[in-house]
């Protein structure tokens, strides 16, 4: 049986703060000892920067991937050279993220997974065997969350915004019918929310001359880097949430309830060469010929079926 190497940290979410420890322990499982020339773990946070589709031109699409930006690149030592013997080793390990110490220029920002801007942490242990023998090494990813002391101290109170929806507030081209009987839906929902507290609001629908098929709420995430003097911007989506399916009472109010998820999230970042931000937007789909044509219509496409209203979202996080 060949040997096998596995990192597994303390906490089952793997959340750290940068000035916490990140501690766990290493698992080594093997028939036979094992000599080595020293157990490292190295720790590694990069922005990640890629240029594709959005606002990118075909000579902006050319640069493909930029740049990292290093956050974290620390290698530390946990055994010297020696022998692991055979069965199985745990070795436990604790290491400082940020020293306090030390004047780190750069920013520990939060992890996220997005399109154009990942942020990621990994932690990769390497047991050093020589030139004859292949080292053996596994990699697991951990999330950074803001230190405490850069937190909000109080807690945030969701900034409501009120909204109406009617025929004359959409920016495309909608149903004829839709045009000339009018619709008109009212609300409010938050702007500005704590990323561990669900997004809310209300919406009501007064008054429309077709059907209702559904009403959806889009999490959208607009991604900007810096590239030369040109900022590239794309919007996508990130999740969906039906409020309502089929034709809604009129007249009575639905609560807007959605959970945010967190690696596709974090608070929002306007940092110099690149900005994280966020939107959410109401999306009404009526019933008619033409939806059932398109049943799978991209979503963020404005249709003539289609009302919406789109709102900027501030994401923070608080103590």
Sequence with gaps: MSAKIELLLSRPNRIYRPFEPLEGKIVVKSASSISHYGIRIALNGSVTLQVRGGSAGVIESLYGVLKPITILNRIVEIKPSGKIVSGTTEIPFSITLRNP?????????????GTDISIQYLATVDIMRGYLHKSLSATVEFIVESDKADLLNQPVSPEMV???ITQDTQRHPILPELKS????????????????????????????????????????RVESVLLG????????LIQTTQIADGDVCRNMTLPIYV???????????????FSIEFKVAIVINFRSELSRLHPKSDPLTPRLWMAM???PL???RTR
Aim: aromatic content about 8%; some cysteine.
């Design 259 to 273: 959970i945010l998820p967190r690696l596709l999230t974090c608070p929002t970042v306007l940092a110099g060469p």
């Design 309 to 311: 209203e789109t709102l």
């Design 181 to 220: 009987g009018g619709f008109r839906i009212t609300g409010r929902i938050s702007t500005q929310c704590p990323i561990l507290e669900p997004l809310g609001g209300e919406l009501t629908v007064e008054a429309s001359a077709l059907p209702i098929c559904s009403i959806d709420i889009h999490l959208l």
């Design 101 to 113: 110490k030390e004047d780190n220029s750069e920013r520990f920002y939060e992890t996220f997974h």
């Design 162 to 164: 009120i909204f109406y």
């Design 229 to 236: 003097e040109k900022i590239i911007t794309e919007t996508s």
């Design 314 to 316: 501030e994401l923070v």
